[in-house]
Nanobody, 124 residues
Framework: QVQLVESGGGLVQAGGSLRLSCAAS????????MAWFRQAPGKEREFVAQ????????YYADSVKGRFTLSKDNAKNTVYLQMNNLNTEDTAVYYC?????????????????WGQGTQVTVSS
């Protein structure tokens, strides 16, 4: 129902920063929240951060608190993930997701729209 396109991934050294973007299109009026997930090689997909579209409330995984910051541009239907002080454990494919469900969850299966993913690689 909602189309999502991520961008901004790349290769950085530990301690560096990146800003990921997620542009939404389609039936965005039904979106309640958007989130970022990541999946490292050989590991399960894990929750990173979440933001509600209308109320702008945010929730972060413990592993990224104080380092990652969510923001959004309502006019552009775009969510941004500013990632600072990156370390090698942040290396993963990062996925943007959207949900119409008003009951917020960190479970991937509760999100019904997904982007294609963008690679973030952090070298030591």
């Amino acid at each position: 129902q909602v189309q999502l396109v991520e961008s901004g991934g790349g290769l950085v050294q530990a301690g560096g920063s990146l800003r990921l973007s997620c542009a939404a299109s389609g039936r965005t009026f039904s979106t309640y929240a958007m989130a970022w997930f990541r999946q490292a090689p050989g590991k399960e997909r894990e929750f990173v951060a979440q933001i509600t579209w209308n109320y702008n409330s945010t929730y972060y995984a413990d592993s990224v608190k104080g380092r990652f910051t969510l923001s959004k541009d309502n006019a552009k239907n775009t969510v941004y993930l500013q990632m600072n002080n990156l370390n090698t454990e942040d290396t993963a494919v990062y996925y943007c997701a959207a949900t119409h469900n008003t009951v917020l969850s960190i479970l991937p299966r509760m999100y019904d729209s997904w982007g294609q993913g963008t690679q973030v690689t952090v070298s030591s």
